[in-house]
């Protein structure tokens, strides 16, 4: 089953088809990164697999489905850690990770790379 295609319209598979206007940071033949729209950030963005992937939760399930492998999850740590460090060099701490369902908001894989401090969200009041 490498390669699925999401039965619904998957704007992460879009993107990494190149099929949007959003641009793309880093692309190669596993993942594509770009900035996340809204950022929680100094810095924030994703890093996806070109292959759609559901979750975290479905390469543990079904991991010899899937083409991106143990090196390449590295690989997607490793691309949003020189993205970061490339843009984001004065800052002192980095952030990285998956949601877990039902946390996810877009049913493909992403990683969160973010570059600390964290933007206060909009609506919130200081106590």
């Given at each position: 089953m490498a390669g699925a295609i999401s039965p619904t319209p998957c704007i992460f598979c879009q993107i990494a088809r190149n099929s949007t206007s959003t641009t793309l940071l880093h692309s190669d033949?596993?993942?594509?990164?770009?900035r996340d729209i809204n950022p929680s950030a100094f810095r924030h963005y994703l890093v996806i697999p070109v292959e759609h992937i559901p979750t975290v939760k479905d390469l543990?399930?079904?991991?010899?489905?899937?083409?991106?492998?143990?090196?390449?999850?590295s690989h997607m740590l490793n691309v949003g850690q020189t993205l970061l460090r490339q843009d984001a060099p004065q800052s002192e701490q980095?952030?990285?990770?998956?949601?877990?369902?039902?946390?996810?908001?877009?049913?493909?894989?992403?990683?969160?790379?973010?570059?600390?401090?964290?933007?206060?969200?909009?609506?919130?009041?200081?106590?």
């Amino acid at each position: 089953m490498a390669g699925a295609i999401s039965p619904t319209p998957c704007i992460f598979c879009q993107i990494a088809r190149n099929s949007t206007s959003t641009t793309l940071l880093h692309s190669d033949d596993k993942v594509v990164a770009f900035r996340d729209i809204n950022p929680s950030a100094f810095r924030h963005y994703l890093v996806i697999p070109v292959e759609h992937i559901p979750t975290v939760k479905d390469l543990q399930r079904r991991h010899e489905d899937y083409s991106l492998g143990k090196e390449n999850l590295s690989h997607m740590l490793n691309v949003g850690q020189t993205l970061l460090r490339q843009d984001a060099p004065q800052s002192e701490q980095y952030r990285f990770g998956f949601h877990q369902p039902p946390m996810n908001s877009v049913d493909h894989l992403h990683l969160h790379c973010l570059a600390l401090p964290f933007k206060p969200r909009q609506g919130a009041v200081d106590t």
